[in-house]
């Protein structure tokens, strides 16, 4: 119980901390201005802390989110995709390690696990900064024209940050091991069926940057790419750990 404790509660405070934080002292804008060290918390909080650290930073995101002014609206639809984001890079990191020797912990110890989590930080970044910029269209559609920028800021900030955070938990980890463990899903894993999924999601994310940047796609059309491509995520993030 202790341990599930801290692996809810320091994602959350991190989050809020940092948010509000850097919020309060530089006073960004919204949509991805400027410096956003929060979204590196939200990714890595899977990897350390495990599902309940994702809970954690999620709705710490959301407590964020409400008091910088978002409607409630909104502060939903981007705390579903978070959990989304964050989950998938958990089970990304996790399924996708070499199946004969399943990692314990966040490592990056060999050429494999360097170029596994630099796939996996790039994916979930390009997912989280396209979904997130459509979701600011879809409820601000006066962001329409920033819309490029906007998706641009949220995937440098989202793969900086989260490499930054992920190599400064692997140091204190080093010091003092508070990684979350998982544990092998006694689930059969059809691995087929995931594969397609995965395959599905990645090129739906590539046709649709390259519609939204071509094209000048209809606001229901949005609608329907955040849906799918969030259904895409949580569907994947249901494949068991082996």
């Known amino acids: 119980m202790k341990n599930k404790i801290k692996n809810l509660v320091i994602p959350l405070l991190l989050m809020m901390i940092i ?3 850097m919020h309060a002292f530089i006073n960004y804008s919204n949509f991805g201005g400027e410096l956003n060290p929060h979204l590196g918390i939200l990714f890595i909080s899977g990897l350390f802390f495990g599902p309940l650290g994702v ?64 796939g996996v930080v790039i994916g979930c970044a390009t997912l989280y900064s396209l979904l997130t910029a459509q979701i600011a269209y879809i409820f601000y559609p006066n962001t329409l024209s920033s819309y490029v920028i906007i998706a ?33 899903s006694q689930r059969n894993c059809e691995k087929k069926i995931y594969d397609i999924i995965g395959y599905l999601l990645i090129g739906s994310t590539l046709i649709i940057i390259i519609s939204e940047i ?20 949580y569907a994947y993030s249901t494949k068991p750990i082996k």
Do not use: H
Not at 75 to 87: H, N, R
Not at 223 to 229: A, G, I, N, P
């Open 55 to 118: 809970a954690g930073s999620v709705i710490g995101n959301f407590l964020c989110d409400m008091i910088r002014g978002y409607s409630i609206s909104i502060s939903l639809v981007s705390a579903i995709i978070s959990f989304g984001i964050a989950y998938l890079g958990y089970k990304l990191w996790y399924t996708t390690v070499q199946e004969s020797s399943l990692v314990t912990k966040i490592r990056l110890n060999n050429t494999f696990n360097m170029f596994n989590f630099l």
């Open 152 to 184: 641009l800021r949220y995937f440098v900030n989202f793969t900086n940050f989260s490499l930054i955070f992920a190599v400064i938990g692997i140091w204190i980890s080093r010091k003092k091991d508070f990684t979350y463990t998982p544990t092998i």
């Open 19 to 21: 948010n509000l934080g």
């Open 214 to 233: 071509t094209m000048n796609l209809s606001y229901e059309i949005n609608v329907f790419e955040v849906l799918f491509l969030t259904v895409l995520i």
